[in-house]
T-cell receptor, first 116, second 116 residues
Framework: NAGVTQTPKFRILKIGQSMTLQCTQD?????MYWYRQDPGMGLKLIYY???????DKGEVPNGYNVSRSTTEDFPLRLELAAPSQTSVYFC???????????????FGEGSWLTVV | GDSVTQMEGPVTLSEEAFLTINCTYT??????LFWYVQYPGEGLQLLLK?????DKGSNKGFEATYRKETTSFHLEKGSVQVSDSAVYFC???????????????FGKGTKLSVKP
């Protein structure tokens, strides 16, 4: 019963480095999301996807990129890491908007990223 | 735009005390409302939700009632335990039935510490 799995759990990056946060879900959800959580703040949406091959920007997309080649996977890429991207990143997934019982968004355990 | 405001923390209570965490919202239309809980070192978990006015969501002894007249969704528990220590997030989705296209809007979170 894996749910949403994201890796790595912790990472330290130097300014200007690139990395990819991996996310996979085994619930056959078509919606997937990436959020960031800054200290003392709620979550902010970075990017989301409504299905394989479709992605769209959320509230804070700058400095990030995503792809969705399969239903299961939704990696988040940081191209040129900056200190402002130090945060905790959460991947999440849910069923489509047409679920009659309403949507529950399921979160991964988070990835702690520090850019120095 | 839509927003969620929840009481500032941290909140420190003794075991078996009564808990209230206030949450109010601003939204156009008829949002669905959620409480998420984040235990130390973990991702967010849905605690409860309500999808229309006067609905009461409940889970694990927690409950919250969707009050449209006061635009509120306060979280309550009659007798807290040490294991309830966590950060609690109020959130809304402006899609019917809690449907989502990445538009969960979170409050800043309220940290609860319960002492034995």
């Amino acid at each position: 019963n894996a749910g949403v799995t994201q890796t790595p759990k912790f990472r330290i990056l130097k300014i200007g480095q690139s990395m990819t946060l991996q996310c996979t879900q085994d619930m056959n959800h078509n919606y997937m999301y990436w959020y960031r959580q800054d200290p003392g703040m709620g979550l902010k949406l970075i990017y989301y996807s409504v299905g394989a091959g479709i992605t769209d920007k959320g509230e804070v997309p700058n400095g990030y990129n995503v792809s969705r080649s399969t239903t299961e996977d939704f990696p988040l890429r940081l191209e040129l890491a900056a200190p402002s991207q130090t945060s905790v990143y959460f991947c999440a997934s849910s069923y489509s908007v047409y679920s009659p019982s309403g949507n529950t968004i399921y979160f991964g355990e988070g990835s702690w990223l520090t850019v120095v | 735009g839509d927003s969620v405001t929840q009481m500032e923390g941290p909140v420190t209570l003794s075991e078996e005390a009564f808990l209230t965490i206030n949450c109010t919202y601003t939204a156009t239309g008829y949002p669905s409302l959620f409480w998420y809980v984040q235990y130390p070192g973990e991702g967010l978990q849905l605690l409860l939700k309500a999808t229309k006015a006067d609905d009461k969501g409940s889970n694990k002894g927690f409950e919250a009632t969707y009050r449209k007249e006061t635009t509120s969704f306060h979280l309550e528990k009659g007798s807290v335990q040490v294991s309830d220590s966590a950060v609690y997030f109020c959130a809304l989705s402006d899609r019917p039935n809690g449907g989502s296209q990445g538009n969960l809007i979170f409050g800043k979170g309220t940290k609860l510490s319960v002492k034995p």
